[in-house]
């Protein structure tokens, strides 16, 4: 049978190496027949993400500072020369001062607030709008978020503030697409060993902490956000926007687990 994604283009943007969140939606995507492009960030990064990329079949492989609006201008005039249209894009990108990924939210400075904001929510808005320009048969856009956003979760801090933002924008910009059958969801996903959430502090405890307590006993992978992104980006989820879809083995359900041993 025909993939699922054939004849569909997309952008992936955040891929940093094989352990990241991106490679696992690029891989569920790549199985099911999409035609892949890639942005990274700085020269160090290209290294990595080219091999990957020539894996899943695409050498088109584009850098992109999300901070910089000519940079964000350049990408998409890169990818407007190569392709006519464009399908769906994953933003899976993220960043703070990891010095403030640790502590009190209190903390923060306005400065790191200021960057946090700039680089993990408003960029998927620059994004969105220029992809959308290029959507002109409607199109998917995705995000990622982390349960941060809605519960008060060790050390997230500002970056759980940035996430709040980010799931509104993701409304806001679900109802200014509709009109072009653009749909805008993001996934929340449950915590996983990225290099991003290595400057989270004490992240393993989080990890142990979620296996532990989500109803399904274990944490989720980059394979079960993969499938979960083909959902959103694809047909499947065509009656889908403006939605915060939480991949996390159900943790965001759970006030209090209840006690295995019957008798304690
Ligand atoms: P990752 O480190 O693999 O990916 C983060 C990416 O952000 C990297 O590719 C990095 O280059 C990119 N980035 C940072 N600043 C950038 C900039 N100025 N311009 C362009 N790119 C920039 O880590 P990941 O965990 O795969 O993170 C992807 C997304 O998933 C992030 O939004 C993160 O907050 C989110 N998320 C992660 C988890 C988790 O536990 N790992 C859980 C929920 C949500």
Redesign the pocket.
């Known amino acids: 049978r025909p993939g699922l994604m054939a004849g569909k283009r997309g952008l992936i943007?955040?891929?940093?190496?094989d352990?990241?969140?991106?490679w696992g939606i690029a891989k569920a995507l790549a199985a099911e027949g999409a035609e892949l492009a890639f942005?990274?960030?700085?020269d160090a990064?290209k290294k990595r993400v080219d091999p990957l990329a020539a894996q899943l079949g695409s050498d088109t492989v584009l850098p992109?500072?999300?901070?910089n609006e000519a940079s964000i201008d350049t990408l998409f005039a890169d990818l407007g020369a190569k392709w006519d249209g464009l399908d769906f894009v994953v933003h899976?990108?993220?960043?703070s001062d990891k010095d403030q990924l640790r502590g009190r939210y209190a903390e923060t400075t306005r400065e790191n607030f200021l960057m946090t904001m700039d680089?993990?929510v408003y960029?998927f808005t620059a994004v969105a709008r220029r992809a959308a320009a290029m959507m002109k048969d409607g199109g998917s856009m995705l995000?990622?978020?982390?349960y941060g956003a809605e519960r008060v979760m060790p050390h997230y801090n500002v970056?759980g503030v940035a996430?709040a933002a980010l799931e509104a924008s993701v409304r806001y910009l679900a109802e200014d697409f509709g009109k072009d059958n653009i749909r805008v969801n993001a996934i929340?996903?449950?915590?996983?060993?990225?290099?991003?959430?290595s400057g989270i502090g004490d992240f393993r405890y989080i990890m142990k902490w979620n296996e532990l307590n989500s109803p399904l006993r274990r944490n989720v992978t980059q394979e079960d956000v993969g499938n979960s992104a083909l959902y959103l980006l694809s047909r499947l989820g065509a009656g889908v926007t403006g939605e915060t879809h939480h991949v996390d083995a159900g943790y965001h359900v759970v006030g209090m687990k209840a006690v295995d041993a019957p008798d304690i």
Do not use: E, H, R
């Open positions: 943007m955040g891929l940093a190496n352990k990241s969140i991106a942005s990274y960030q700085g990064l992109c500072d999300v901070s899976a990108i993220g960043f680089i993990s960029s995000t990622l978020t982390y970056m996430k929340s996903a449950g915590p996983i060993k990225t290099l991003a959430a």
